[in-house]
Structure formats: C-alpha cells, structure tokens
C-alpha cells in the first residue's frame, strides 16, 4: 500500500467543490435585489401624484379630459354612418318601383270591376288626358270610380287589356292598352281604342303623375246613305235592328264619347256621387 500512495492524485483526498454561479450573475442578482425596493416605490409614488392631480381636477374638466379620449370611436362611428340615408333611400326607392310595376299589372286589367290600390300614388298624384288634368287623390278615385260606374250603364261588355308593361327609363313606368267594349243601344257595333299610359314616380318610388297620351281609336265606319230603292233592298235584309244610317254618323251620338263626357261631369260636380258608390249594382 505505501508504494501506492505516492502515485495517487491529490484530488483524490480532497471533495469536490460545488459549483459556483458566476460573480457576475450573483452581483446582477444581488443588484436586483436590492434596487427592486426603491423603484417600487419610486412607482408607488408616481401612482400616488398622478391620483392627487386627478382629485384635485374639477368635474368639467373631467368630462372634457373623458371626451378627449374617446375620438377616435366616435370618428369611425361617424365614418359608418356617412352614405347610408343615400343608400336606404335608393333601397327604398326600388322596393316602391316594384311594388307599383306590380300593382300596375293587377289593377290595370280590373279597374271596370274592382277599385284599384291607392297605396303607390302620392297624395297630389296629377291625372293628365289629351283634354284635361286633374289634381289631387281625391280627384284620381273619382275618375276610376266614374269610368266603372258609367261604363256599366253605357256598355254591356267593356274591359281593358294590357298589351305591355316597361320602363324607358328608371324614374317612369309605361303602359300599352287596349280599351274594347261592346255599347247597350243597338245600332253600334263593337268598338275599341288603345292608349299609353306614363307613370312618373318620384326620388321615392311613388307615382305622381299619371298621363294618358297615343290614343289610336278603331270605333266602326259609318255605312253609306241608301241613294235608291235597290242600294236600300241590298243594304237592308230581314232584320230588326237598321244596318244603314240615311246621314253621316254624328260624333255626338257615339257611345264613347257619351261615356268621356259622363265621366267629365262626374268630375265637375265633385265628388257628390261618392256617396252612391256602394249602392251601385250594374249587371
């Protein structure tokens, strides 16, 4: 064994020595350590300052101090809220147009049986014909409620046809129609006209003018006067109603042109037949 000895390390006799952290990570920790009570209260302080200076400030100054901090919201509800009354009255604008398009085709073909639907005109709504105009709601139920009331008593058939519906532009509705009736009195025939009817609507869809122009008539030609007792034998056969007339056809006596002039004075006498509207049953 004492041969050994001189050959052992040194180490060997001696522990291990546990290992340090570096000096210079102990001074920062040390330094940390003992700093982070001074600015902690350095902190504390500032806080307690600041809190002071807000106590000391006066309720209007508060407000203003809360109105300053809050720009930028209301700037970008601002920012939102810029173009959408535009917006929401072009969306109203084209649910109106539809609206009235569709009214348009339902009442249109009916208006000698049933009333229309008031809801798509504007209360001053302007009726314009080739002779006349008339202004005002009022005075627009009146002529519908003329033309069925008088059409019944003047015609034993009359009814209206749409031959077409389109817009020429954005703000106007136009309507091609054909107007066919069949007169009571016996010696007319069947007779017809066609016109156009423009409806103008406003910035919100509603129809303020109603004008009625290219009326195109196709009423019955007037026969030829019997010039002897052979052009009466040819023009005259077996019947009881008079298929000749001895004069010209006087446009005085045309059924339609008694029924445009009833409805006139319907309009004249405004309104006193309103009342009569229900008690009218005309088969």
Known sequence: MAFLLPNLSPSLFHPKS??????????????????????????????AQTQKQINSLSPSSLSALTSLQTPTAQGSQLCNSTGSPDKQQRDNFYVNLGLAVRTLREDMPLIFSKDLNYDIYRDDITFVDPLNTFTGIENYKLIFWALRFHGKILFREIALEVYRVWQPSENMILIRWNLKGVPRVPWEAKGEFQGTSRYKLDRNGKIYEHKVDNLAFNFPQPREPAVS?????????????????????????SSWVEFYRAVRETLDREGSLLAQEGLVTCS
Do not use: R
Request: proline fraction near 13%.
């Open 229 to 253: 007792v052979l052009d009466l034998v040819s023009a005259c056969p077996a019947s009881p109603n008079p298929t000749f007339l001895w004069g010209p056809v006087e446009l005085q006596t």
């Open 18 to 47: 546990i290992d340090k952290p570096p000096s210079s990570s102990v001074a920062a920790c040390s330094a940390s350590s003992s700093s982070s009570p001074s600015s902690s209260a350095q902190m504390l302080s500032s806080q």
